[in-house]
């Protein structure tokens, strides 16, 4: 499965620049009815593919981020566990010790 997810995003990337390779024309792109880039289209689509890349970027690290918080929230609750088992361990034992009344 971790070769997929090398060799998917690594198909796609030669895909894209093979077609932008193929369109070298140039074209006129409005951007934002404010101002016109005159470019070729496979800048364009090299432009919009890195775009894209860049924000999927962003969004598997706010991803990331959360897992390593919630981990580290875990692990301090682990701790915690951990510390409590051993004191219920240690009070178990001292009272094991202890001489039986007769009445028990």
């Known amino acids: 499965m971790n070769?997929?997810?090398?060799?998917a995003p690594l198909f796609l990337l030669v895909a894209v620049?093979?077609?932008?390779?193929l369109n070298s024309g140039?074209?006129?792109?409005?951007?934002?009815?404010?101002?016109?880039i005159r470019t070729t289209v496979g800048m364009l689509v090299i432009g919009t593919f890195a775009a894209?890349?860049?924000v999927m970027?962003?969004?598997g690290?706010?991803?990331r981020f959360k897992f390593w918080k919630e981990k580290k929230a875990l692990?301090?609750?682990l701790k915690s566990?951990?510390?409590?088992?051993?004191l219920l361990r240690s009070r178990n034992a001292e009272l094991a010790a202890q001489p039986k009344k007769d009445g028990e």
């Open 17 to 21: 620049a093979v077609f932008a390779t």
């Open 26 to 36: 140039p074209v006129d792109v409005d951007v934002f009815k404010v101002t016109t």
């Open 75 to 77: 692990n301090k609750e």
């Open 52 to 54: 894209g890349a860049v």
């Open 57 to 59: 970027t962003l969004f």
């Open 81 to 86: 566990a951990k510390e409590e088992l051993g």
């Open 3 to 7: 070769r997929l997810g090398f060799i």
């Open 61 to 63: 690290l706010a991803s």
